[in-house]
């Protein structure tokens, strides 16, 4: 897996451009619902619904019009039981997200990114701007996108690269650490058909294991030319199989899977096989082999398909 270095340069528009919230690298970040909202927490259940703070017999305050166009992008420091040190993650919340004066619950899609970046390849690539296109022609209802950092700084000990899942790996940071705050924090659906994750290259194994095994959490899982065969991982046993990490094949016939890859990237024999293997089992799923290798611009110039996959189940 050391090999699978991320290729291509940071493509996309710069980030310079786009409104951030960011905070203290130690702590939360604030991001309050709207202000005729409150939202209460049940420790270890999802948060209760909004009520309006409206007086009895009166009408909440009216929401103002929105003209926003473009997305916000905040920072969110996750505390952690499982990582050595606390990361950031990147949520995106859309246009007019902050006067979602109704509360409504809004689609959420995980995105990992791959090996050898710590952080913003799928920001680099220009997934948000992509997302506020989408939105604004209506291709795609609102949704937020939670896209966390890696710990390849922690080397040896990154969970990232050298854990495969289970009890203390990545796998367990995105369910444990990662997904509880972005539940409390934020507006999102607690259904899994309104929950989706995927990710590129190292990031798409652990889409594709993380949706496999909690198929209770999402109901879309997307591998974007994923590392998943045997011999570039660390940690699975020989002749390993990505399919072994569906628990119980009832669960993820209520799933849908999406896998891609470039002509010229040897990940396309590994997806084929895997699609092979969803068919067998009657499983929902998409196998797609483009041009293009194993770089940045190839995932760049499906990023709208991508979403798009996403939110045919959210519609």
Request: charged share 20%.
């Amino acid at each position: 897996m050391r090999g699978l270095r991320r290729a291509g340069s940071a493509l996309g528009p710069p980030l310079a451009n786009r409104r951030q919230v960011t905070g203290s690298p130690t702590t939360l970040v604030t991001t309050a619902p709207p202000a005729n909202l409150v939202q209460t927490a049940t420790p270890g259940g999802p948060p209760t619904p909004f009520v309006p703070l409206s007086k009895p017999g009166t009408s909440a305050p009216a929401t103002p019009t929105c003209t926003d166009s473009t997305g916000l992008m905040n920072l969110e420091t996750i505390s952690t039981t499982v990582l050595v040190e606390k990361l950031i993650v990147d949520v995106y919340t859309p246009p007019c997200y902050r006067s979602n004066g109704d509360g409504k619950r809004l689609p959420m899609l995980v995105l990992l990114q791959g090996l050898g970046l710590q952080e913003n390849q799928w920001l680099d690539i220009g997934v948000a701007s992509v997302a506020d296109n989408l939105i604004a022609s209506k291709k795609v209802p609102p949704f937020i996108m939670v896209i966390p950092r890696t710990d390849e700084d922690a080397n040896d000990n990154s969970k990232f690269v050298y854990s495969s899942g289970g009890t203390d790996s990545w796998e367990d940071y995105v369910i444990r650490d990662v997904l509880p705050t972005i539940y409390e924090k934020y507006y999102v659906r607690y259904d899994s058909a309104g929950r989706g994750i995927g990710g590129i290259s190292r990031g798409g194994y652990w889409s594709l294991e993380i949706g496999m095994r909690h198929p209770e959490e999402f109901g879309s899982i997307g591998g974007h030319s994923p590392a998943i065969s045997s011999d570039m991982l660390i940690g699975v046993p020989e002749g390993f199989n990505m399919i072994s990490m569906i628990g119980n094949p009832d669960d993820a016939r209520g799933q849908r899977f999406y896998l891609d890859a470039g002509d010229e990237d040897p990940m396309q024999y590994a997806i084929e096989q895997l699609g092979q293997e969803f068919n067998a089992d009657k499983i929902e799923n998409t196998v797609k082999v483009n041009k293009g290798g194993h770089v940045d611009a190839y995932w760049q110039a499906h990023l709208a398909e991508y979403l798009e996959f996403y939110a045919a189940a959210w519609k």
